[in-house]
């Protein structure tokens, strides 16, 4: 039987590795939330920029917000939110009525819609990534 101290120094370090763990993963999925909402504001189509303007990108809950008709600039880069540990969903939404269309390729600025190409791309950066990463664990 382990002593008393081989125990509590072994959960100690269990205790650490999750901590590192969890910290990794809440940083990765900021960093992968953020490049997805980059990528289909950046992909959006233009007339007045409202719908570009029109993204919201929240941590735990949906934004239903919609912007108001007129000009709209480039919108500001959304700040991160709580803890970078946890586990919450992340959510990417544009509340205009035209979103489901212009991703459906009813622009000409974005024939293939914005979401599911920006998808596709950070998805295969992120494979390549994996595999760099497991090349230099396992020098293969």
């Known amino acids: 039987m382990a002593a008393p101290r081989q125990i509590d120094k072994f959960k100690a370090d269990l205790n650490k590795v999750a901590e590192l763990f969890n910290t990794t993963v809440g940083v990765a999925r900021r960093r992968i939330a953020l490049q997805v909402w980059t990528g289909v504001v950046k992909m959006s189509p233009v007339d007045t920029g409202r719908f570009r ?73 992120l494979q390549d990534e994996m595999r760099n990463a497991i090349r230099q664990v396992f020098g293969r």
């Not at 912007?67 to 991160?80: A, D, F, I, L, R």
């Not at 599911?116 to 950070?122: G, K």
């Open 53 to 125: 303007a029109s993204w919201q990108l929240t941590e735990g809950h949906t934004d239903t917000s919609v912007k108001p008709e007129g000009t709209h600039g480039y919108p500001p880069p959304p700040s991160m939110w709580g803890d970078p540990g946890s586990f919450s969903v992340t959510w990417i939404t544009n509340n205009l009525p035209y979103a489901v269309p212009l991703e459906e390729g009813h622009s000409g600025q974005a024939p293939y819609g914005m979401v599911r190409v920006t998808l596709a791309s950070v998805e295969a950066q």
